[in-house]
């Protein structure tokens, strides 16, 4: 119909921002919205984001899609090829300021793109890579909550630990920046989502930046139906039971293991999502 003809046009920020079919059907908020329309191209998809990064998010999108060759389905093929050893390139991302790749993020969750969801949260994986505690507090803007004692104890105990309850917050610790790392994350799915693209020196060095980082942390490594495990067993030869039972006993052979196994940042980002094999 006509409205395959001129593409959606996304309402943010009082201006309409242009996106082709292919693009939006990356998202499946829109993909959804496209279905249930007699003619989209004459209504608008209003967003509630500013659209200067609206602009800069379908930007990204049809990059993705312009990846797929010519004669196919570019949807299709994009879906397909993030199942193949053919990743998409995450270094469009490596020069961005890492609030706009969380705004970029809020975007992405909000409209269900899984595709650029996975792309965003391991480039921001690999930026944490390498990160001492107190490095990642500093990069992140987290308030620090714990004491020197706490966060060394933190950074030894076992990975077998299980998350607290409740996380009770210290006695005169100022509240969290506005634009801290779990603020501008937006909610837990989306850190969790940060959180199974990282490996296990990232997830043990989260331990030590701050009590509720401890206890996402605690979460990735103890919840063996969690993103986190099934991430890893589905790139490794362990199954799920078999990883847990590494963590618990043999953390060395563990870490021995996943270096062996190494997923590259952004390899594969689709099978994460797949449960993990028996």
Same mark, same amino acid.
């Given at each position: 119909?006509a409205?395959?003809?001129?593409? +959606?046009?996304?309402?943010?920020?009082?201006e309409?921002?242009?996106?082709?079919?292919?693009?939006?059907?990356?998202?499946?908020?829109?993909?959804d919205?496209?279905?249930?329309m007699?003619?989209f191209?004459?209504a608008?998809?209003?967003?509630?984001?500013? %659209?200067?990064?609206?602009?800069?998010?379908?930007?990204?999108?049809?990059?993705?899609?312009?990846?797929?060759?010519?004669g196919?389905s570019?949807? $299709?093929?994009v879906?397909?090829?993030?199942?193949r050893?053919?990743?998409?390139?995450?270094?469009?991302?490596d020069?961005?300021d890492?609030?706009?790749?969380? $705004?970029?993020?809020? +975007?992405?969750?909000?409209?269900?793109?899984?595709?650029?969801?996975?792309?965003?949260s391991?480039q921001?994986?690999?930026?944490?890579r390498g990160?001492?505690?107190?490095?990642?507090r500093e990069?992140?803007?987290?308030?620090?909550d714990?004491?020197?004692?706490?966060?060394?104890?933190s950074l #030894?105990?076992?990975?077998?630990?299980?998350?607290d309850?409740?996380v009770?917050p210290?006695p005169?610790?100022?509240?969290a920046p506005? #634009?801290?790392?779990?603020?501008g994350?937006?909610d837990d799915?989306?850190?969790m989502?940060l959180?199974?693209?990282?490996?296990?020196?990232?997830?043990?060095?989260?331990?030590? +930046?701050s009590?509720?980082?401890?206890?996402? %942390?605690?979460?990735?490594?103890?919840?063996?139906y969690?993103?986190?495990?099934?991430?890893l067993?589905?790139?490794?030869?362990?199954?799920?039971?078999?990883i #847990?039972f590494?963590?618990?006993?043999d953390?060395?052979?563990?870490?021995?293991?996943?270096?062996?196994?190494?997923?590259?940042i952004g390899?594969?980002? #689709?099978?994460? $999502?797949?449960p993990?094999?028996?």
């Amino acid at each position: 119909g006509a409205g395959h003809d001129s593409g +959606v046009h996304l309402r943010a920020g009082g201006e309409d921002v242009p996106c082709s079919v292919a693009a939006a059907k990356l998202c499946a908020h829109l993909a959804d919205w496209m279905g249930d329309m007699e003619d989209f191209a004459a209504a608008p998809y209003t967003i509630p984001f500013e %659209a200067d990064l609206v602009r800069e998010f379908v930007t990204k999108l049809e990059a993705i899609t312009s990846e797929a060759p010519a004669g196919t389905s570019a949807v $299709d093929d994009v879906a397909s090829k993030q199942q193949r050893v053919n990743p998409p390139d995450v270094s469009a991302f490596d020069g961005m300021d890492h609030h706009k790749l969380l $705004d970029l993020a809020r +975007v992405s969750k909000w409209l269900d793109c899984e595709v650029l969801s996975v792309m965003l949260s391991s480039q921001l994986a690999s930026r944490l890579r390498g990160l001492s505690p107190q490095q990642i507090r500093e990069k992140f803007a987290i308030a620090a909550d714990m004491t020197p004692e706490e966060q060394e104890s933190s950074l #030894r105990e076992s990975p077998a630990t299980p998350p607290d309850a409740v996380v009770a917050p210290s006695p005169g610790v100022p509240p969290a920046p506005t #634009r801290s790392l779990s603020v501008g994350l937006g909610d837990d799915d989306a850190i969790m989502e940060l959180l199974r693209q990282c490996d296990l020196k990232t997830i043990a060095a989260l331990k030590g +930046v701050s009590k509720a980082w401890r206890n996402r %942390a605690r979460l990735a490594l103890t919840d063996k139906y969690g993103p986190w495990i099934r991430s890893l067993a589905h790139r490794s030869p362990f199954g799920a039971s078999r990883i #847990r039972f590494l963590l618990m006993n043999d953390v060395q052979g563990m870490a021995t293991a996943m270096e062996e196994h190494r997923m590259p940042i952004g390899d594969q980002p #689709r099978q994460l $999502d797949q449960p993990a094999q028996p």
